[in-house]
């Protein structure tokens, strides 16, 4: 079906740096919108980032809006995930998803890559 690999997780302290990075193998890649999620212990698993298919339509969780940035590059197929001012609460695994844009929102398929572990102390 589709394979969504991320890569770019680490330790960083807080205040840092990450740049996440998500590679789709879909032959469609260009037709679906991208998101990413976040699972920290203990927690379900949330909401962070979505991207339409032309990058025309981008939101965020109230969380991180002002720190993250979303952006695509569907001649890659790849979808990336900037992250600056990093906060001890960022602390999850992310997960690249994909889905589609509906009522101006994001609505997630039950698509997901295997995440990677961002770490960020205090």
């Not at 807080?14 to 679906?32: E, I």
């Not at 101006?104 to 960020?120: A, I, L, N, P």
């Amino acid at each position: 079906q589709v394979q969504l690999v991320e890569s770019g997780g680490g330790l960083v302290q807080a205040g840092g740096s990450l740049r996440l990075s998500c590679a789709a193998s879909a032959r469609t890649f260009r037709a679906y919108a991208m998101g990413w999620f976040r699972q920290a212990p203990g927690k379900e698993r949330d909401f962070v980032a979505g991207i339409n298919w032309n990058g025309g339509r981008i939101d965020y969780a109230d969380s991180v809006k002002g720190r993250f940035t979303i952006s695509r590059d569907n001649a890659k197929n790849t979808v990336t995930l900037q992250m600056n001012s990093l906060k001890p609460e960022d602390t999850a695994v992310y997960y690249c998803n994909v889905g589609y844009y509906s009522d101006s929102s994001y609505h997630k398929y039950d698509y997901w890559g295997q995440g990677t572990q961002v770490t960020v102390s205090s």
